[in-house]
């Protein structure tokens, strides 16, 4: 059973920091990209920061600049180091990895973790 936990979220000023993290376990295959996504209210959800097992990263326009993606695949970990928050930040965060089965990728989801940011 695999299991994908998010921490960190929490409610902040804009222009301040947060960093959240996210553990994988439970898998006994190879785990393969990660990322963070988001959904606001009302919108649906969107791509914030994705890296893939070589150490590619890529972002959402929004937030390059301000948001750093990195992993540790030691500890099946993947963190999101927010930086000049603002109130458009505010959403519910997921984060996904996925794992090579050999014949597919299977994807997981974290149940989400809240960012508000008020101005």
């Known amino acids: 059973q695999v299991q994908v936990m998010e921490s960190g979220g929490a409610s902040v000023q804009a222009g301040g920091s947060l960093r959240l993290s996210c553990t994988a376990s439970?898998?006994?295959?190879?785990?393969?990209?990660m990322g963070w996504f988001r959904q606001a209210p009302g919108k649906q959800r969107e791509l914030v920061a994705g890296i893939t097992y070589g150490g590619r990263t890529n972002y959402a326009d929004s937030v390059k600049g301000r948001f750093t993606i990195s992993s540790d695949y030691a500890k099946s970990t993947v963190y999101l180091q927010m930086n000049s928050l603002k109130p458009e930040d505010t959403a519910v965060y997921y984060c996904?990895?996925?794992?090579?089965?050999?014949?597919?990728?299977?994807?997981?989801w974290g149940q989400g973790t809240q960012v508000t940011v008020s101005s």
């Open positions: 996904k990895v996925d794992y090579d089965l050999g014949d597919y990728v299977h994807d997981y």
């Open positions: 439970g898998s006994i295959y190879t785990l393969n990209d």
